[in-house]
Antibody, heavy 114, light 107 residues
Framework: QLQLQESGPRLVKPLETLSLTCTVS??????????WGWIRQPPGKGLEWIGVISYRGTTYYNPSLKSRVTISADSSKNQFSLKLSSVTAADTAVYYC??????WGQGTMVTVSP | EVVLTQSPDFQSVTPKEKVTITCRASQSIGNSLHWYQQKPDESPKLLIKYASQSISGVPSRFSGSGSGTDFTLTINSLEAEDAAAYYCHQSNGSPWTFGQGTKVEIK
């Protein structure tokens, strides 16, 4: 059964780069025509779509974050990653990785604080 | 960007009652509309995909309908375990977007 697991630093300083990795187990990120993406949820708020990388390697980003976001994939490690630069307190959130709309990781809380 | 507007924002419901949540898109998205349930401290769980397709393991009291710009999630005979936030989500084109959420409380 396919599973996704987020990992990375839980605390990031303002203006630094937030880096998260999603490790996929039980299947290959290279198989099938899937989109692998990231969503976040600030404490007590709703869901915000960050972006995806397609099975062809094409990336699509939320315009509000586009200038700061990079999503990439490493098929040799069966992982895909999120980098968000120049973070502020507003980037504090639970970050989820997902395959298409169907399968999500459990999420990881990232706090931006000095 | 497609804006999704859910209504209501909050609903307090007695068990066995029928619940209807609507999601309106700012432009036509075909049937690329999905519904999630999120309980506190849990990741969202997919309930319905592509407007009306059921998901294995999801109770049959959850159903979806609609196309174009107007969509509905129906919970027939609400159970206590259905207390949660519900979100609609569209994947018709980039950027994908979410509705603001509807919180369902059990009276």
């Amino acid at each position: 059964q396919l599973q996704l697991q987020e990992s990375g630093p839980r605390l990031v300083k303002p203006l630094e780069t937030l880096s998260l990795t999603c490790t996929v187990s039980g299947g290959s990120i290279s198989s099938g025509r899937y989109y692998w993406g990231w969503i976040r949820q600030p404490p007590g708020k709703g869901l915000e779509w960050i972006g995806v990388i397609s099975y062809r390697g094409t990336t699509y980003y939320n315009p509000s974050l586009k200038s700061r976001v990079t999503i990439s994939a490493d098929s040799s490690k069966n992982q895909f990653s999120l980098k968000l630069s120049s973070v502020t307190a507003a980037d504090t959130a639970v970050y989820y990785c997902a395959r298409d709309v169907e399968l999500w990781g459990q999420g990881t809380m990232v706090t931006v604080s000095p | 960007e497609v804006v999704l507007t859910q209504s209501p924002d909050f609903q307090s419901v007695t068990p066995k009652e029928k619940v209807t949540i609507t999601c309106r898109a700012s432009q036509s998205i075909g049937n690329s509309l999905h519904w999630y349930q999120q309980k506190p401290d849990e990741s969202p769980k997919l309930l319905i995909k592509y407007a009306s397709q059921s998901i294995s393991g999801v109770p049959s009291r959850f159903s979806g309908s609609g196309s174009g710009t107007d969509f509905t999630l129906t919970i027939n005979s609400l159970e206590a375990e259905d207390a949660a936030a519900y979100y609609c989500h569209q994947s018709n084109g980039s950027p994908w977007t979410f509705g603001q959420g509807t919180k369902v409380e059990i009276k």
